[in-house]
């Protein structure tokens, strides 16, 4: 790696890999923040990679009264798939499972436009046993549902966008576990502001990057053991003995240059928190640049 | 530019088709060629320049100075651009309009936005009966669009209605809303006997009483509605009296249980 720094934190000479998906966007409201965000928390649990999850999903931002369709406080959810039919799927299940359950939600297209259109509240109505009824208003149509607490209203369809990207990430390597973590949080932090991205993870932050296969049949991810502290000197590791913690960043976006915009912005702010409190060297994960179609160069990113 | 021009010289001696006289209608025509357009609705002939003095002007606007009960079909089959009217009109006006805006801004007769499905139709006096409703025969009314009205509107307003805003800023007549297969139908002022008569699915809002209402409309209770909100911020845009209407606690009657039952009639609760 060549020796490129900002504020003495040391940035790899690598880019990160990453995919095309197919992305949507919700706007999820409730008769207050507390419940709006209930809401939005439940449909994004267990969301973190496609891996397992069938898609990965995350808050984008809050939302205030005056920025919603029902004028009440809500969240901007981002989903992510590899592929339509399972993006229809993942919707459906999480939007009947947890948004239509939420006291007081609604929900609600949070895309203005995209190639193609995913069911809402025309897959979700069935639920109301013949009782559901259609609602257009202006260019939007929505569905109310009678439930237990008054009426889930849904909007029908939610625009679905195939230039969203999956896999962007940072690799935060520290000396030790708390000041990687420091690092690694004022990122997350710095990343939550730039629109249209998510980082799917717990609190945006993953302490068990993979690799692709393993030793074991039927396994398709394993430890990235490449990174793993403990087994330095046992692997041909790619961390020195300075590192004792690497935590990684991975970055969902509904465009390419939002997924770039996020990288940056965790960037600069590991670079600004400097190596003393902070990380002493970021990198990124890749396979070679042969899988994925999007490259982000650390370089180019860098403060 | 201003608007393409028809100033009405006299009352016209006979009921007139004015229906060709859109901008979709006129575009490519000559002067000479739209002042000999027939529209006489008798065996007596009558064209536009008998009836009217014309002043070239933008088409996508078109104005007609001084109006009249016996001119029939105004905008009807509208899909762009704007028609005003400085004045009455008779029945039918706007009758299958897919787009544009028509401004009456005196009353219109019977039929008004009957079929309507897109675009907007301003009636700033009172509308006749069945306003926006089905001719004989048809199986829907409005089925998209929005009707305005300033003044009252008469018996039926709303018939089969499908889809769509009907707003009344005063009364409407007795049946309101009857038979409506959906869509959304405010009215300010009084409601004459029996809204909602027959229908299957919708909304009617009464923002100022009712004659009288059917008996096979079963009282749900007092809501806040998530639906009302969406309701009140769209038709807020065309009409700040009747979109607050839709804020606040309303009591819900669903109905007609004669018919689906799946209406409902929205009633101020404060």
């Given at each position: 790696?060549s020796?490129?720094?900002?504020?003495?934190?040391?940035?790899?000479?690598?880019?990160?890999?990453a995919?095309d998906?197919?992305?949507?966007a919700?706007?999820?409201?409730?008769?207050?923040?507390k419940?709006a965000l209930?809401?939005?928390?439940?449909?994004?649990?267990?969301?973190?990679s496609?891996?397992?999850?069938?898609?990965?999903?995350?808050?984008?931002?809050?939302?205030?009264?005056h920025?919603?369709?029902?004028?009440?406080?809500?969240?901007?959810v981002?989903?992510?798939a590899?592929?339509?039919?399972?993006?229809?799927?993942?919707?459906?299940n999480?939007?009947?499972?947890?948004?239509?359950?939420?006291?007081?939600s609604a929900?609600?297209?949070?895309?203005?436009?995209?190639?193609?259109?995913?069911?809402?509240?025309?897959?979700?109505?069935?639920?109301?046993?013949?009782?559901?009824?259609?609602?257009?208003?202006?260019?939007?149509?929505?569905?109310?549902?009678?439930?237990?607490?008054?009426?889930?209203?849904?909007?029908?369809?939610?625009?679905?966008?195939?230039?969203?990207?999956?896999?962007?990430?940072?690799?935060?390597?520290?000396?030790t576990?708390?000041?990687?973590?420091?690092?690694?949080?004022?990122?997350?932090?710095?990343?939550?502001?730039?629109p249209?991205?998510?980082m799917?993870?717990?609190g945006?932050?993953?302490?068990?990057?993979?690799?692709?296969?393993?030793?074991?049949?039927?396994?398709?991810?394993?430890?990235?053991?490449?990174?793993?502290?403990?087994?330095?000197?046992?692997?041909d590791?790619?961390?020195?003995?300075?590192?004792?913690?690497?935590?990684?960043?991975?970055i969902?976006?509904?465009?390419?240059?939002a997924?770039?915009?996020?990288?940056?912005?965790?960037?600069?702010?590991?670079?600004?928190?400097?190596?003393?409190?902070?990380a002493?060297?970021?990198?990124?994960?890749?396979?070679?640049?042969?899988?994925?179609?999007h490259?982000?160069?650390?370089?180019?990113l860098?403060? | 530019?201003?608007?393409?021009?028809?100033?009405?010289?006299?009352?016209?001696?006979?009921?007139?088709?004015?229906?060709?006289?859109?901008?979709?209608?006129?575009?490519?025509?000559?002067l000479?060629?739209?002042?000999a357009?027939?529209?006489?609705?008798?065996?007596?002939?009558?064209?536009v320049?008998?009836?009217?003095?014309?002043?070239?002007?933008?088409?996508?606007?078109?104005?007609?100075?001084?109006?009249?009960?016996r001119?029939?079909?105004?905008?009807?089959?509208?899909?762009?651009?704007?028609?005003?009217?400085?004045?009455?009109?008779?029945?039918?006006?706007?009758?299958?309009?897919?787009?544009?805006?028509?401004?009456?801004?005196?009353?219109?007769?019977?039929?008004?936005?009957?079929?309507?499905?897109?675009?907007?139709?301003?009636?700033?006096g009172?509308?006749?009966?069945?306003?926006?409703?089905?001719?004989?025969?048809e199986?829907?009314?409005?089925s998209?669009?929005?009707?305005?009205?300033?003044?009252?509107?008469?018996?039926?307003?709303?018939?089969?209605?499908?889809?769509?805003?009907?707003?009344?800023?005063?009364?409407?007549?007795?049946?309101a809303?009857?038979?409506?297969?959906a869509?959304?139908?405010?009215?300010?002022?009084r409601a004459?006997?029996?809204?909602?008569?027959?229908?299957?699915?919708?909304?009617?809002?009464?923002?100022?009483?009712?004659?009288?209402?059917?008996?096979?409309?079963?009282?749900?209770?007092?809501?806040?509605?998530?639906?009302?909100?969406?309701?009140a911020?769209?038709?807020?845009?065309?009409?700040?009296?009747?979109?607050?209407?839709?804020r606040?606690?309303?009591r819900r009657?669903?109905?007609?249980?004669?018919?689906l039952?799946?209406?409902?009639?929205?009633?101020?609760?404060?």
């Amino acid at each position: 790696m060549s020796e490129l720094t900002a504020n003495g934190v040391a940035i790899d000479d690598t880019f990160a890999e990453a995919f095309d998906m197919r992305g949507t966007a919700l706007v999820i409201t409730a008769d207050s923040r507390k419940w709006a965000l209930q809401a939005a928390v439940t449909m994004t649990g267990f969301a973190t990679s496609v891996i397992a999850c069938g898609c990965e999903a995350g808050m984008d931002r809050e939302l205030g009264p005056h920025e919603t369709p029902d004028g009440r406080p809500g969240v901007r959810v981002l989903m992510f798939a590899t592929s339509t039919a399972e993006l229809q799927k993942q919707l459906q299940n999480r939007v009947g499972q947890c948004v239509l359950t939420s006291p007081g939600s609604a929900c609600y297209a949070g895309l203005a436009a995209g190639e193609d259109k995913l069911k809402l509240g025309a897959a979700i109505r069935y639920f109301a046993d013949g009782w559901q009824i259609a609602k257009k208003v202006g260019e939007r149509r929505y569905w109310r549902l009678p439930v237990m607490d008054g009426e889930f209203v849904c909007e029908s369809t939610t625009p679905m966008t195939k230039r969203a990207v999956g896999g962007g990430n940072l690799l935060i390597m520290g000396a030790t576990p708390q000041t990687t973590l420091a690092a690694t949080e004022a990122a997350v932090e710095a990343m939550r502001a730039v629109p249209d991205a998510i980082m799917p993870f717990p609190g945006g932050i993953v302490r068990s990057g993979s690799k692709v296969g393993s030793k074991y049949k039927g396994a398709i991810a394993s430890t990235n053991h490449l990174y793993c502290p403990t087994l330095k000197g046992a692997v041909d590791s790619e961390i020195g003995p300075e590192i004792a913690c690497v935590l990684e960043i991975v970055i969902d976006g509904l465009t390419s240059e939002a997924v770039a915009a996020a990288m940056r912005a965790g960037l600069k702010a590991i670079a600004d928190l400097g190596p003393e409190r902070g990380a002493l060297r970021v990198g990124a994960g890749n396979y070679g640049g042969k899988l994925g179609k999007h490259h982000y160069r650390l370089k180019e990113l860098m403060p | 530019m201003s608007g393409f021009t028809f100033r009405l010289r006299a009352p016209p001696p006979q009921r007139v088709d004015l229906s060709g006289l859109t901008p979709q209608a006129l575009a490519g025509r000559t002067l000479a060629e739209i002042a000999a357009l027939p529209i006489q609705t008798t065996r007596s002939a009558l064209s536009v320049g008998d009836l009217f003095d014309i002043r070239e002007g933008d088409l996508d606007e078109i104005v007609f100075e001084g109006g009249e009960e016996r001119l029939d079909w105004v905008g009807a089959g509208l899909g762009a651009g704007a028609i005003r009217v400085v004045g009455d009109v008779g029945v039918e006006a706007g009758r299958g309009m897919t787009g544009g805006a028509l401004t009456i801004e005196g009353g219109a007769g019977a039929f008004a936005g009957s079929g309507l499905r897109g675009g907007l139709l301003k009636i700033g006096g009172d509308a006749g009966e069945r306003l926006g409703g089905p001719l004989a025969g048809e199986t829907e009314g409005m089925s998209g669009g929005a009707i305005h009205v300033g003044g009252n509107a008469g018996p039926r307003a709303g018939d089969k209605m499908r889809r769509g805003f009907l707003l009344i800023e005063g009364d409407a007549g007795d049946y309101a809303g009857s038979r409506m297969i959906a869509g959304t139908l405010a009215i300010g002022g009084r409601a004459g006997a029996l809204p909602g008569y027959l229908m299957n699915r919708g909304t009617i809002l009464l923002a100022g009483g009712v004659v009288e209402m059917a008996p096979t409309f079963l009282d749900c209770g007092v809501f806040e509605l998530v639906a009302a909100r969406l309701l009140a911020d769209h038709v807020e845009t065309m009409s700040p009296r009747l979109g607050a209407a839709f804020r606040g606690p309303l009591r819900r009657y669903a109905g007609d249980l004669a018919a689906l039952g799946k209406g409902e009639i929205f009633v101020g609760a404060r």
